[in-house]
């Protein structure tokens, strides 16, 4: 068969087993794919980089099970940061299963970096109604935050609590969303406060996101699974995230392999065909 022809007519089945491998063989090879490190990026790490031990960050985790394979990757990333740093930190979320989502990667960290709950960090848990509860939470944390998520009042642990009395007492915003709850953040907290704030969305997210980057709203941006990965790089470490984001390019770089070969072997056809019949 001609070998024009052929490329232009492969089998979809032949397409989708080698997909189906540049898919899953990223998580078989321990490699890191070259990664260049968005501005936006960039600054996410910088905001975390810059603060010191003991200081107190609010995590703001309102992602659930349908976009764990972005959320979940931002949210660990972040928590490494964070103890890395040795700040304290409070997880808090407007979205129902988040709370045991992050408790669950909070743990597993934990043991590794030495983080203790209580005491380096506290699951404030679920709560509802994003705007009417910012609106008491900016004024008065215990008296509204009031428990942990296991139901046991913030008066029990006076080492991770010491001297956050007012939203104003916390040091760095970050928030971890498929949604436009990161807006709500920004009302309340982030802009009236002058609390820094940096932003962890979804990729379908990252356009409307910019807009709040571009104008100095918030400092930084962790622009979905690349994001993830690239500050994974800047952390210097290789886990499933890592895998993630090479599963992913290995994909995309597949794909546009079959696009470009697909189109240069129409075009070498159609010149091919050109000067046969002109020699007719």
């Given at each position: 068969?001609?070998?024009?022809?052929?490329?232009?007519?492969?089998?979809?089945?032949?397409?989708?087993?080698?997909?189906?491998?540049?898919?899953?063989?990223?998580?078989?090879?321990?490699i890191?794919?070259?990664?260049?490190?968005?501005?936006?990026?960039?600054?996410?790490?910088?905001?975390?980089?810059?603060?010191?031990?003991?200081?107190?960050?609010?995590?703001?985790?309102?992602?659930?099970?349908?976009?764990?394979?972005?959320?979940?990757?931002?949210?660990?990333?972040?928590?490494?940061?964070?103890?890395?740093?040795?700040?304290?930190?409070?997880i808090?979320?407007?979205?129902?299963?988040?709370?045991?989502?992050?408790?669950?990667?909070v743990?597993?960290l934990?043991?590794?970096?030495?983080?203790?709950?209580g005491?380096?960090?506290i699951?404030w848990?679920?709560?509802?109604?994003?705007?009417?509860?910012?609106?008491?939470?900016v004024?008065?944390?215990?008296?509204?935050v009031k428990?942990?998520n296991?139901?046991?009042?913030?008066?029990?642990?006076?080492?991770?609590?010491?001297?956050?009395?007012t939203?104003?007492?916390?040091?760095?915003?970050?928030?971890?969303?498929?949604?436009?709850?990161?807006?709500?953040?920004?009302?309340?907290?982030?802009?009236?406060?002058?609390?820094?704030?940096?932003?962890?969305?979804?990729?379908?997210?990252?356009?409307e996101?910019?807009?709040?980057?571009?104008?100095?709203?918030?400092?930084?941006?962790?622009?979905?699974?690349?994001?993830?990965?690239?500050?994974?790089?800047k952390?210097?470490?290789?886990?499933?995230?890592?895998?993630?984001?090479?599963?992913?390019?290995?994909?995309?770089?597949l794909?546009?392999?079959f696009?470009?070969?697909?189109?240069?072997?129409?075009l070498?056809?159609?010149?091919?065909n050109?000067?046969?019949?002109?020699?007719?």
């Open positions: 068969m001609n070998i024009l022809r052929f490329l232009q007519t492969v089998d979809r089945r032949v397409i989708y087993v080698l997909l189906m491998l540049s898919v899953t063989a990223p998580f078989f090879l321990s890191r794919l070259p990664m260049r490190v968005s501005p936006a990026t960039e600054a996410f790490y910088s905001a975390i980089e810059e603060r010191q031990p003991g200081d107190f960050v609010l995590l703001a985790v309102d992602w659930e099970a349908g976009t764990r394979g972005e959320n979940g990757p931002q949210t660990e990333a972040v928590i490494t940061h964070l103890m890395r740093k040795k700040c304290r930190f409070a808090l979320s407007f979205a129902p299963q988040s709370p045991k989502l992050t408790q669950d990667i743990e597993r934990g043991k590794e970096y030495h983080s203790v709950e005491v380096d960090w699951n848990g679920y709560k509802v109604d994003a705007k009417n509860y910012l609106k008491g939470f004024r008065d944390i215990v008296g509204v428990t942990n296991k139901t046991e009042p913030l008066t029990k642990f006076p080492v991770v609590m010491k001297g956050i009395k939203a104003s007492d916390i040091k760095l915003l970050v928030n971890i969303t498929p949604s436009s709850v990161y807006q709500t953040y920004l009302q309340f907290v982030a802009g009236p406060l002058k609390v820094p704030m940096v932003v962890a969305p979804t990729s379908v997210m990252v356009p996101v910019f807009n709040y980057l571009d104008s100095k709203q918030i400092s930084g941006m962790m622009p979905g699974l690349p994001g993830a990965g690239e500050y994974e790089g952390l210097g470490t290789n886990t499933k995230v890592t895998r993630f984001a090479n599963s992913a390019s290995f994909a995309h770089i794909i546009i392999f696009i470009i070969m697909g189109n240069v072997a129409m070498l056809e159609r010149r091919q050109a000067r046969l019949g002109g020699r007719a």
